[in-house]
C-alpha cells in the first residue's frame, strides 16, 4: 500500500459476489427463502450506488443548512426503523425515541468532532456525515432493543425498575461483546480500511478507540435516555 486507497475494478468486486452466490444457492436448495436474500443483496447494492452520490454532493456543497438537514433526516429514519419491533406502538413511543437518539447521538458527535477530531469547521461533511451515520445507526440498534425488550418485560407483570434494568442490560450486550472482542476476534471496519489505505497501525487504533468509545457512549446514553422516558409505576393509594 501507498498511502492512498486504490479503486477496486469492477472486474475484480464482482468476485466479491461468489460467496454470495453460494449463500444464495444453499438458501434455495434448503429454505426456499433465496428471493428475499437476492432482494436484499440487489437492494443493498442499488442504495449504496444511490447513496455514493447523494454523499457526492453532500461532501462538495459545505453548506450548514445542508448538514443540518441530512443529520435532521437521518435521525428522523433512524428514530422511525428503531420502532419496528414494535410497530404496533410506533405512533405514541415514536417521539420519546426521537429524542433519545438526537441527544445521545448530536452530543456525541459535537463532543468527537469538536473535541477530539477538533474540525476546521462544525459543517464539514466528509467528517459529520459517516461518524453521524455510524452514531445514529448503533443508537438506533441500541434503543431498538431496549424497546422491544421493555415492552416485553412489562407484558410479563415486570414492575418498571426491574424491567428497565433488564431491557438496558440486555440492549448494551452487542456493544458490550464488541468491546471484549476488539483486536482479538474481530478488526473493525475503520481499523482494517485505514490499515488497508496505508495508515500505521498505530495511528489506526487511536481512532479505532475514538470509533469504538463514541459508539458505546452513544448507545448507551441513547437508550438510557428513552428508558428514562418510559412511566414509572404508580404508586398505590393507600387505604
Not at 141 to 162: F, Q
Amino acid at each position: 500500500m501507498n498511502g492512498t486507497v486504490e479503486v477496486i475494478p469492477l472486474t475484480n468486486l464482482s468476485l466479491s459476489f461468489v460467496p454470495v452466490a453460494l449463500v444464495l444457492v444453499v438458501l434455495r436448495r434448503w429454505t426456499g427463502e433465496a428471493p428475499t436474500a437476492t432482494y436484499g443483496v440487489g437492494r443493498m447494492v442499488v442504495q449504496l450506488l444511490l447513496i455514493g452520490y447523494v454523499l457526492t454532493f453532500i461532501f462538495g456543497s459545505e453548506q450548514p443548512v445542508v448538514i443540518l438537514a441530512t443529520l435532521g433526516v437521518m435521525l428522523l429514519l433512524a428514530s422511525w426503523i428503531a420502532l419496528r419491533p414494535i410497530a404496533a406502538a410506533r405512533a405514541v413511543v415514536y417521539p420519546k425515541v426521537l429524542l433519545s437518539i438526537t441527544v445521545g447521538g448530536l452530543s456525541t458527535l459535537a463532543l468527537v468532532t469538536q473535541g477530539v477530531l477538533a474540525v476546521d469547521r462544525w459543517y464539514q461533511g466528509s467528517v459529520v456525515i459517516p461518524l453521524a451515520g455510524m452514531i445514529f445507526a448503533v443508537s438506533m440498534n441500541t434503543v431498538s432493543l431496549a424497546a422491544e425488550r421493555y415492552e416485553a418485560e412489562t407484558r410479563r407483570g415486570s414492575v418498571h425498575a426491574e424491567a428497565r434494568h433488564i431491557a438496558l442490560r440486555s440492549a448494551l450486550i452487542p456493544q458490550i461483546n464488541s468491546l471484549f472482542a476488539v483486536g482479538l476476534v474481530s478488526f473493525p471496519g475503520m481499523m482494517t480500511g485505514q490499515i488497508l489505505s496505508g495508515v500505521g497501525p498505530l495511528v489506526a487504533v487511536r481512532y479505532q478507540i475514538m470509533v469504538m468509545s463514541m459508539l458505546f457512549g452513544a448507545a448507551g446514553i441513547s437508550t438510557a435516555c428513552y428508558l428514562s422516558l418510559q412511566k414509572p409505576d404508580p404508586i398505590p393509594l393507600q387505604k
